[in-house]
């Protein structure tokens, strides 16, 4: 890959460096109360044909995070901190070349440097109740297929009638919350939360509203199934109103298994209100393959489709747009070590956008990651 990342290198390796640092603070016992990671994904994106024109363009995204188990560090019992700081850089391969509505790489962003995440959990009752308060992503814990998480498209990561009708607090910029879980056995759960209804201003206002959202869940072996309900507060509606509320379910479903592979399915459907803004309804779906090549148990390869449905007012303000877009992709996430993959992926993109000048696009992703 041509990436044009040179001017950013010695950002990552201080960030590699750190991450690669023994901890400082160490609990009576010997053992570390910090966990540090660094993680560096480095694409190329190609456009072959058909959307906003063809070309190639390269992104990247550095994530250096921290985990404190405060209880070793200060004696805070069953407490523990995390924060994230990420340096993204590159262009936006949807907006130059695709056109697509649903956004063909779920890293592109930019240029941006930012202290993403920084919160404080605490457990309660043997771990059966948790409440974490801070700068806190929604998408990781909320709305999550672990099928879906292989691929490179964001729909199959967060639901576009989440992300693309309210401000949301996701990555690259999460917002303020506050979350309690419930794990009610070992199979249900049950969390809540509520959001900064704008995080990209990162403090709270009632003129720009709260996210709230709940997701009950039921997890048995490496299956799950989750029903979540969700509202935002002055999220823009049709006829000039504020305050949408929506809805999804999450399947992740294993078929089978054999010696050093597994076959699974996965299931996404969202839904929001008719006065969305853009997008009334999403479908996804798709296979998860693990150990597809005899002796490559860590290998992952996937098929997947995903379905944004336009919302009428999104139709009525584009006039003749199509009543969709789709997307098709095909990906095989190769583990060359333990500590990097290597990731091509291809996408078919129907309608980008519902444009009808937009031809279906042909996009290519090759992309790299180092985990440390």
């Not at 700068?135 to 964001?154: K, P, Q, W």
């Not at 869940?217 to 006829?239: F, I, T």
């Amino acid at each position: 890959m041509n990436l044009k990342i040179k001017k950013h290198g010695l950002v990552c390796a201080l960030l590699a460096c750190f991450s690669a640092a023994p901890a400082p603070a160490l609990a009576e016992d010997g053992g570390s109360a910090i966990t540090a990671e660094f993680s560096y994904i480095a694409e190329s994106v190609r456009n072959f044909s058909g959307g906003l024109q063809k070309g190639v363009k390269n992104e990247a995204a550095g994530t250096l995070a921290a985990t404190i188990d405060l209880e070793k560090a200060i004696g805070w019992s069953g407490a523990t901190a995390y924060g994230e700081f990420i340096v993204n850089h590159g262009t936006d391969p949807s907006g130059l070349l695709i056109g697509d509505f649903q956004t063909a790489s779920n890293i592109a962003d930019g240029n941006r440097t930012r202290l993403q995440q920084a919160w404080v959990e605490q457990r309660l009752m043997d771990d059966a109740i948790t409440i974490l308060v801070g700068t806190h992503d929604l998408n990781s814990e909320f709305d999550v297929s672990e099928y879906g998480g292989l691929f490179t498209n964001s729909s199959f990561g967060i639901g576009p009638e989440i992300s693309g009708n309210v401000a949301t607090s996701l990555w690259p910029e999460a917002g303020l919350a506050a979350r309690v879980a419930l794990q009610l056995n070992d199979q249900l759960s049950f969390r809540i939360a509520g959001y900064d209804g704008d995080p990209a201003t990162r403090g709270l206002s009632a003129a720009e509203g709260y996210l709230y959202i709940a997701e009950a869940a039921y997890a048995s072996e490496d299956a799950a199934y989750k029903l979540g309900v969700w509202r935002h507060s002055k999220a823009p509606v049709q006829g000039g109103g504020t305050g949408l509320t929506g809805g999804y379910i999450v399947v992740d479903q294993p078929l089978m298994a054999w010696d050093g592979g597994a076959l699974g399915v996965f299931f996404q459907y969202g839904l929001a209100q008719r006065s969305a803004e853009n997008i009334k309804n999403y479908l996804g779906g798709g296979l998860h393959v693990s150990g597809l090549i005899p002796g490559r148990g860590d290998d992952e390869a996937g098929v997947a489709v995903a379905r944004a449905d336009f919302s009428s007012n999104y139709r009525t303000l584009n006039a003749g747009f199509k009543k969709a877009e789709t997307v098709f992709e095909l990906t095989y996430r190769a583990q060359l070590f333990d500590w990097l993959a290597l990731q091509p992926a291809f996408q078919y993109i129907l309608s980008p956008s519902g444009d009808p000048a937009l031809a279906n696009a042909k996009v290519g992703i090759l992309r790299a990651e180092v985990s440390l």
